[in-house]
């Protein structure tokens, strides 16, 4: 997982797992959404082995890796005033129950990860995407609330509700990507039954400091 500061890392966990935090309280979403979030991810081999935790012990949990020397909107006020907001949103999420823990992550670069938990109704979600299932995640009711649309804002075509939705015009995207990226000629036929996340094509870490990858 390779991140960048200032904009988040886009893997399957931050397109097809974040929209959960959308059903936090208003208060717990607004704080969070004030951080400068660099990347989303599953869990953290070093975590687990500090911890001495088997993964099944963070499953159903959300890292977020946070840069505390900014802010969502990349604005230039000293890093000390954006450490001192950082500490007051850890003094505030730390008595939330939707929090978990957290820890320093890097200290030479100083970035922070919080540990959410994924509310027991979306477990059967969490279950599903760690199957690939991404069609199975939620029900039209939860993708509502979710604000998962089918058109952005801006009137463009929303991929990730396309995915979720198994929508059949999108099958084209989806061999056509594969196809690209393998060079190679794949037809899928009308009554295969496919996922059509293709995001699997390149690299989409979910888990930091994966041990056969020492990037994050």
């Given at each position: 997982?390779?991140?960048?500061?200032?904009?988040v890392?886009?893997?399957?966990?931050?397109?097809?797992?974040t929209p959960?935090?959308?059903?936090?309280?208003?208060?717990?979403?607004?704080?969070?959404?004030?951080?400068?979030?660099?990347?989303?991810?599953?869990?953290?081999?070093?975590?687990?082995?500090?911890?001495?935790?088997?993964?099944?012990?963070?499953?159903?949990?959300?890292?977020?890796?946070?840069?505390?020397?900014?802010?969502?909107?990349?604005?230039?006020?000293?890093?000390?005033?954006?450490?001192?907001?950082?500490?007051?949103?850890?003094?505030?999420?730390?008595?939330?129950?939707?929090?978990?823990?957290?820890?320093?992550?890097?200290?030479?670069?100083?970035?922070?990860?919080?540990?959410?938990?994924?509310?027991?109704?979306?477990?059967?979600?969490?279950?599903?995407?760690?199957?690939?299932?991404?069609?199975?995640?939620?029900d039209?009711?939860?993708?509502?609330?979710?604000?998962?649309?089918?058109?952005?804002?801006?009137?463009?075509?929303?991929?990730?509700?396309?995915?979720?939705?198994?929508?059949?015009?999108?099958?084209?995207?989806?061999?056509?990507?594969?196809?690209?990226?393998?060079?190679?000629?794949v037809?899928?036929?009308?009554?295969?039954?496919?996922?059509?996340?293709?995001?699997?094509?390149?690299?989409?870490?979910?888990?930091?400091?994966?041990?056969?990858?020492?990037?994050?």
């Amino acid at each position: 997982m390779k991140v960048a500061l200032g904009r988040v890392y886009v893997n399957r966990t931050f397109m097809y797992l974040t929209p959960i935090v959308n059903t936090f309280p208003e208060e717990v979403l607004s704080r969070i959404s004030k951080t400068s979030i660099l990347a989303w991810g599953l869990y953290d081999e070093l975590y687990l082995d500090a911890k001495q935790l088997e993964v099944e012990a963070v499953k159903y949990k959300l890292f977020i890796m946070h840069n505390p020397s900014s802010d969502a909107r990349g604005s230039s006020f000293p890093q000390k005033f954006h450490r001192s907001n950082f500490r007051r949103f850890l003094e505030y999420i730390r008595q939330q129950p939707e929090y978990f823990d957290d820890y320093v992550f890097n200290f030479d670069r100083k970035f922070h990860i919080t540990i959410l938990n994924i509310p027991d109704e979306f477990k059967a979600s969490y279950d599903n995407f760690l199957q690939s299932k991404f069609s199975q995640m939620y029900d039209e009711s939860q993708l509502e609330r979710l604000h998962i649309r089918e058109y952005l804002d801006e009137g463009q075509r929303n991929a990730v509700y396309a995915v979720l939705k198994k929508k059949a015009d999108y099958r084209a995207v989806f061999q056509q990507r594969v196809n690209e990226a393998f060079n190679s000629h794949v037809v899928y036929g009308e009554g295969e039954d496919i996922e059509l996340d293709h995001h699997f094509v390149g690299e989409r870490k979910e888990i930091f400091n994966q041990k056969n990858n020492k990037q994050v």
